[in-house]
Structures are given as structure tokens and as C-alpha cells.
């Protein structure tokens, strides 16, 4: 297991290092990239909020064990917001199984990273899967569907 | 209709003015908080990605429109990452119907605020409905319903 140390000198490698652990399953290369603080969320598709190191570890230690370690993931139309300390990378997930022909799930997530004696760190992670707008629509969102 | 002056001096202050906007259906009150910008992004929920001021205001029309005026948000359990020109308000919104009983409902929001010219705007609203850890579970995640 890395040491804690200042692994991530810039926000974009500790993204690149979040998506590499999820690709390989890498429970220890996953929590390196958090940071180690009550305080922060993790929210994973359809799941509950989660706040804090130890059930954001918990979390992933399930995922992990379920085999959606084989999943590929690419990122695209980030969207970035930045700050000497805090930044916030709003992207959208592309997953697909190595090998595997069919339709890929998209995913929205919003990280967002805090420059910590360790470096930067992830602190929030909100993913939600993607909907997609129907096809025909000039309505960019459906409000029926949406709570606001 | 607001100018678009230095309405919103810290980011709890453009937070205040969005939920009241959305409380109030008031959409000249809603633009106001965000950044007239095309990156912004706002995710309603189960809604999908919409980036840039024109489709955000596009889908506050929609919501307006459908009589969610009529809803009452209170945010709990925020969390709050802050740097001098970027912050990040992770908080679960309760949202009623005034007078009326029953079960409410509640969304967790990453709420993300820049220091613009014209002080403090919305930068990324993204919502997605809270989904409750099954009451007997010890599990915080059930893995089944996640993609990751």
C-alpha cells in the first residue's frame, strides 16, 4: 500500500488515480486518493450519501468484491472549476466491459478535490447515472421526471 | 428582475437565494445566483446533464411551470469545502408540501459556488434522489444498486 504521503501533486492525478483504482479493483490505490477526514461524500449511483473515511472505505470494499472491477472507464465533457485549494471536476463517466460489445452506461459525477498536507485529495465524489434526454424532444429536461 | 450586481457576498448567501427562488418559483431570482456562463452545469434529478446558463434557464422554466413552486426545501447535513474563490456545499435537501402530511422527500445536492465579477454565483447544482440504506442492513451500500 502507498504511503500517505504527497502522492497527487495536482488535482488531475489524483482523478487519473481514482479512475485507475475503480479499473483495477485497488481498494488501497482507491483510499489513497481520499482524503482522511469525517467530513467527506461519497455518493455512488442510486446509493445512499455516505460521509466519512471509514464508510466511504466500506463502500468500495463491497464494490470491489461484486466485480465491477472490470469495468473501463473514460471521461468526458469535464467541466472544471478551480481554486488555489478546492476544485471541482464535473464530468461524465463512460463505462464499458473490456471485450464486451453493447451499449455502455454513462454516469454524472461531480469530484471534487482539496489540496491537503497530503496533497490534493478527493473529498466529494457525487455520481448519479446519466439521463438521457428523448430524442425527440426540444425539451432539455423532462420536468416530469424530475423532483426540481 | 435583480441587476446583475455583487448580489450574493459570501456563498451561503447565493445558497439562501437559490432555495428561496426555488421555493418561490421565481426564475428572474434563480438566474440571478448562477454564473452567466457556458460551463455551468446543473443535474436535476434522474434529469440529465445540462451545461451552460441557456439550457439551466431552460429547465427552471420546465420545473416553474409544473407547479414545484409549491414545494418547501430545508438542507441538513452539509458539508463544506471552502478556498477563497471556490466552494462546495454538500447538504441533503428536505423537501415538503406546505400543509401537507405525509413523507417527505429528500435529495442530496453538491451545490459549487465561484467568486465571480458579480460576487458569488452557482457554478454546478447537481441533485439526485437519497436513496436509503435498507433499515435492517449493516451494509451503508447495497452493491446491487450501484454501478460503482
Redo the contacts between chains.
Keep these: 500500500m502507498p504511503s500517505r504521503s504527497k502522492l497527487y501533486p495536482t488535482p488531475d492525478d489524483a482523478e487519473t488515480a481514482f479512475y485507475e483504482a475503480?479499473e483495477r479493483g485497488d481498494l488501497a490505490g482507491m483510499m489513497t486518493v481520499w482524503a482522511e477526514d469525517d467530513?467527506?461524500?461519497c455518493?455512488?449511483?442510486?446509493?445512499?450519501?455516505?460521509?466519512g473515511f471509514d464508510?466511504v472505505r466500506?463502500?468500495w470494499v463491497?464494490?470491489f468484491?461484486?466485480g465491477?472491477s472490470r469495468?473501463r472507464?473514460r471521461t468526458t465533457?469535464s467541466?472544471?472549476?478551480?481554486?488555489?485549494?478546492?476544485?471541482?471536476h464535473?464530468v461524465?463517466e463512460v463505462?464499458s466491459v473490456p471485450g464486451q460489445q453493447g451499449p455502455t452506461?454513462s454516469?454524472?459525477a461531480?469530484n471534487?478535490y482539496?489540496l491537503t498536507d497530503y496533497g490534493w485529495r478527493m473529498?466529494?465524489h457525487?455520481?448519479?447515472?446519466?439521463?438521457?434526454?428523448a430524442p425527440l424532444a426540444d425539451?432539455?429536461?423532462?420536468?416530469?421526471?424530475?423532483?426540481?
Design positions: 475503480f467530513d467527506i461524500v455518493i455512488h449511483p442510486q446509493g445512499p450519501r455516505l460521509t464508510a466500506e463502500s463491497q464494490i468484491a461484486g465491477n469495468l472507464v465533457e467541466r472544471r472549476f478551480a481554486g488555489p485549494n478546492v476544485v471541482v464535473a461524465i463505462l452506461q454516469v454524472c461531480t471534487v482539496e473529498v466529494v457525487h455520481a448519479s447515472p446519466v439521463s438521457e434526454p425539451d432539455p429536461a423532462p420536468p416530469a421526471h424530475t423532483l426540481h
